[in-house]
């Protein structure tokens, strides 16, 4: 059964990239980076839901066909999830967070994820090794891509961290990431 569900998401995820490269892969004008804007929105400060939704509803981003947020989010069955298109111009390439919440045994995970299309891969791996933050944990291959996981363990919540990438980047390529970890309660 488990088998069955990995390779359900493989290939839903083989989707989302051939959607991903079909919207585009036009260079983006932004100063920063798509590992950038992923380190911001996810990885510094882990899923945040709620400031995530906040932040969609104020930037005025559009929402993201719920097939499409399904497919991105890592969760297996989410309580809650929500996508956005942060660029819909029409003349940057593909981007998208997704947020999602849901239950891991007893306890209840927050994830964020980004997809990105007309990336560099490559930079975008180079980059997230080089913060020194996460240890990888596996790797899964499937046909054309490859989803490497690492681990990070930061004032004692675990966070496990996802990228699928091409096997072969090309440098105008299709990358999620995904951060899950326990949800925290801000006061």
């Known amino acids: 059964m488990r088998a069955m569900m990995r390779r359900t998401k493989m290939a839903m995820i083989g989707a989302t990239a051939a959607l991903l490269a079909l919207a585009g892969v036009a260079q983006c004008e932004e100063t920063t980076s798509p590992f950038q804007r992923f380190a911001e929105r996810c990885l510094e400060h882990g899923p945040r839901y ?44 593909f981007e998208a967070v997704v947020v999602a919440r849901g239950a891991v045994g007893p306890k209840t995970v927050e994830s964020c994820t980004m997809a990105f299309a007309g990336t560099d891969a490559a930079a975008f791996e ?62």
């Open 50 to 93: 709620d400031q995530t939704v906040a932040l969609a509803k104020e930037s005025g981003w559009p929402n993201l066909a719920d097939d499409m947020t399904m497919g991105i989010q890592p969760l297996g069955e989410p309580a809650t999830f929500q996508g956005w298109l942060v660029n819909s111009d029409g003349t940057s390439p």
């Open 126 to 187: 180079s980059s997230f090794a080089s913060t020194g933050a996460a240890r990888p944990s596996g790797e899964q291959k499937g046909q054309g891509r490859v989803r490497k996981f690492f681990a990070i363990e930061r004032e004692g919540v675990k966070e496990a961290l996802t990228l699928d990438l091409p096997i072969y980047p090309n440098g105008a390529d299709e990358v999620v990431a995904s951060v899950v970890s326990e949800q925290r309660i801000e006061n």
